[in-house]
């Protein structure tokens, strides 16, 4: 077995030892995070320094020990604003670990962070919705989501029928509502669970 797929089976198996915890928990942080979704302006209040601090060294000492059974070489970075933390995992040099890490479409990089946010909860008692990126994905997704918002808008516009968006996570789905917000228009979310998605109309 070669060093990359070697390397591959072992961050896939320390996900897997987690998986049981992760489904345990993935339903409330979801709903979590749904509630905050169309109030994030207010997601400050009763979020103190401290606390975003604590779950920022909390999540980090836990990423740090699955990079390091992985073999995965990365540097962790953590920022808290808006009253909310978030950590980045980046590398130097281009590596395929950190790739695998973030997954087809962030699937991997979704389970991590609600893995993350488990810690977090097991050492401090409190609910995180810590946001967690690898290789700027995030930041990447953040220009594609804000490109699909846009052509929603345009197509509402054109049409003046209502458009229907892909599922997304519950953090995308922020990013969408405040462009469709910026650019005029009005979106809402619609289904349950992984069906979740966007609905993007006039009024």
């Excluded at 209040?45 to 000492?61: F, I, M, Q, T, Y």
């Excluded at 008692?125 to 989501?145: K, P, T």
């Amino acid at each position: 077995m070669s060093a990359e797929s070697t390397e591959h089976a072992i961050s896939a198996e320390a996900i897997d030892e987690q998986d049981g915890a992760l489904s345990a928990v993935q339903d409330s942080a979801q709903n979590t995070d749904e509630s905050a979704e169309e109030s994030e302006g207010a997601e400050g209040k009763g979020n103190s320094a401290s606390r975003l601090e604590e779950e920022g060294d909390v999540a980090a000492d836990y990423l740090e020990e699955l990079l390091d059974i992985a073999d995965i070489d990365g540097d962790i970075d953590i920022e808290v604003r808006n009253g909310r933390t978030y950590i980045s995992i980046v590398a130097e040099e281009e590596s395929a670990g950190l790739e695998n890490l973030v997954g087809k479409d962030g699937e991997v990089l979704e389970a991590l962070q609600e893995l993350t946010r488990l810690a977090v909860l097991s050492a401090t008692e409190n609910r995180s919705r810590l946001v967690l990126d690898i290789n700027g994905y995030r930041s990447e997704r953040a220009g594609e989501l804000q490109k699909i918002a846009e052509d929603a808008v345009a197509s509402v516009k054109k049409s003046g029928e209502t458009v229907a968006l892909a599922p997304m996570s519950a953090y995308e789905r922020k990013i969408v509502h405040d462009a469709v917000a910026d650019l005029g228009l009005v979106s809402e979310s619609e289904g349950e669970g992984a069906d979740r998605h966007i609905v993007v109309s006039a009024d």
